[in-house]
């Protein structure tokens, strides 16, 4: 028998619970194991449910049992969680854990103490959901030298943006309705701000690369600066805004990881992913580009990555999975100067003086002439984004938006 | 020391070859073993490689060689392969193969002589190539109850469509225009008329549901009734026209598998998979649609696919990884009455019979009027298909061509 304990019964610790106890029979004949739900810990009360007799409030009793080997951590946040999951792999137990922003921030260390105690720390579900993305990228994708990642890893911001291009709602309104149906939070900034999507940028980045890239080395910017008049303006050059997160290593093995609104065109396939969708784009030397596409949240999507990573934890109790990255130095990220298109929409009271420099910085360069508004937009030639701008800082403008694209 | 044997030097073989031979350094450190290429098999000789000295003829030596523990098959087709890989596996030798045709036929078989054995049998590469797809559903969608697979399977066949679709081309150039840049064999009936697809959705479809489909179970069908003009009036009704695989498994437990030219609506991401592309979608109970997207051939994708399941073969050597599917009965396979949309395309020369008798049998129904052709296209509604059938046959039409639709 493998006694698991599930750590937090929210929406996706609620999830696995039913997964494990009401499709046992499905699970044990996958594992050939009789897989047994020992404790779910919560400081809450959940009466009526057919396992109310498993909840306890004290994570010392999950530490001091030695029967338990695998346990679930979906408690979110870093405190306690923490503590908690290091708690248990330096007992010798076997974590899985679904919380981005634990494995984000401290996943490097967590990894080595795993390794050191010889059990497995998995969270395949601590990006994109229920998407495989963790598993085929350290198995599957092995053989080959992973040079981008580059995705929508944010649902809510997806549809966020959607309503904005499909239905032209603006930022708040659509931000209203994602409220409304569920699919942002009554406070959204760690979506709307960029913080979810960086964290997934982080673990993935560090999963391609090797080394542990923190949330704080990301250039991190949300979508809460972006009009209906970009969407519109982006759609007339045959673009829709996305926001993309993105880690690139370049030729002298240096990481740029980003995550910001970017225009995306309309022929790429990222383009066309809508609503509350995720996909994630991987680019290696052997197998070109794949793209793993799918709802990247949800109760039962989420959880069932959760419970694939307890299933494979069983088939691998005595032997350790792929050690998947160690702590990074400052050095190995940072920005470096990459070729590059930009979106620059500039407005000016003395609108003629902003169409002169243009001409000046650019030559005879096509632009949306939005005199109306005293206002420019155009895409700039491809050069290194330094070169770009030192020419956009010469622009008589009173004001400038500058976004990355996407070709 | 792990010592690998690698049976055809090929496409496919020559990118494994590569890929151990070259790459040495980087697959030993994520392995943490030295992973020796001992023998390469291929009765021709190729002189002048770096690894010219490891070229054999003779399989026996391969048999009897106790050393080799994990054996590459990239020979493709069923004989001599096929009786290679079951007295290898029968030898205590795990086994790592792209070849689809194998699989499709003999995967049951020998899934379960690896078994017996305590090997591992693997084959990631045998369907999308370099697409991480067969690991992903055995383990990260584990813990889900898979219900529908669908897919673009064949890049030839995606690119003529494509041709047709994009450029206007008639069948015959787009083949032609494949042929010649070696998108498309010499000899390409495997791709045009579905053979190819039918072996993938096999072993797809077998993963999916447990039991063996055999390529003999699945409705195929080609392309090579497509004209230009299906590809226009699919165009009008807001579609385009794609080689679908598919397999889906009713609530009474029997499956369903085909292989068609079908009507995709261009709102649906698999419209948007363009050239020699691949694209699978899994349906699951837990996690909804994911889809895998990537070129599903090539010489290195799928090298790097073969690779990474040899290193998964030496992180397993002495456990097995899940066991796939077990052999199937015929009666598992059946085709079960679906509620679909069909595209008919009917002429007669006594067009005003033809379209009288559309209003008996469908009412008031929109349709494509082409008089000057004796022609008229329409959706149906959507109805049991064998209760749409009924109505189609009543049709005084003197041909009829109907395809499937995917919404």
Same sequence: chains 1, 2.
């Avoid at 032209?168 to 959204?188: H, I, S, V, W």
Wanted: a negative charge.
């Amino acid at each position: 028998m493998i006694n698991v304990a599930i750590m937090g019964h929210g929406t996706v610790g609620s999830g696995v619970a039913e997964l494990l106890i009401n499709n046992k029979n499905r699970i044990d004949n996958a594992v050939k194991e009789d897989v047994f739900v020992k404790y779910i810990l919560d400081l809450r009360k959940f009466e009526g449910l057919s396992y109310s007799d498993k909840f306890i409030d004290n994570f010392e009793l999950i530490a001091n049992d030695r029967d338990i080997k695998i346990v679930v951590e979906v408690m979110g946040g870093i405190n306690p969680a923490y503590d908690f999951v290091k708690r248990c792999l330096e007992g010798g137990k076997s974590v899985v854990t679904s919380n981005k922003e634990l494995v984000a921030s401290k996943g490097a260390e967590l990894i080595s103490i795993a390794e050191k105690n010889n059990v497995n720390f998995l969270f395949e579900a601590s990006v994109g959901g229920g998407i495989p993305i963790i598993r085929p990228m350290t198995q599957c994708l092995l053989a080959n030298k992973i040079t981008e990642i580059k995705g929508i890893l944010n649902g809510t911001t997806n549809y966020i943006l959607n309503k904005m291009i499909v239905d032209n709602m603006d930022f708040d309104a659509a931000l209203k309705l994602a409220q409304d149906n569920g699919f942002a939070e009554k406070n959204p900034a760690a979506d709307i701000e960029g913080h979810d999507a960086c964290r997934k940028i982080c673990i993935l980045a560090s999963l391609a690369f090797g080394k542990h890239i923190y949330p704080e080395q990301v250039k991190t910017e949300g979508i809460t600066d972006i009009t209906l008049e970009d969407i519109d303006y982006a759609d007339k050059l045959g673009f829709v805004i996305k926001l993309i997160g993105m880690a690139k290593k370049s030729n002298n093995d240096s990481i740029s990881a980003s995550v910001r609104p970017t225009l995306v065109k309309k022929s790429n396939l990222l383009s066309q992913v809508n609503g509350v969708f995720n996909a994630i784009s991987v680019t290696g030397d052997a197998v070109d580009e794949v793209v793993f596409y799918g709802k990247g949240a949800g109760k039962m999507a989420t959880a069932s990555a959760v419970v694939a990573d307890v299933m494979d934890c069983i088939g691998h109790l005595d032997s350790r999975k792929n050690i998947y990255w160690t702590d990074g130095s400052k050095s190995f990220v940072k920005e470096f100067d990459q070729k590059t298109v930009l979106y620059v929409r500039a407005s000016a009271l003395n609108y003629d003086s902003l169409v002169g420099s243009l001409k000046n910085a650019f030559g005879d360069i096509d632009f949306i002439d939005n005199k109306q508004a005293n206002e420019i937009v155009f895409l700039t030639c491809e050069d290194f984004e330094s070169e770009l701008n030192k020419k956009i800082s010469t622009l008589n403008a009173d004001s400038i938006k500058v976004l990355h694209t996407l070709n």
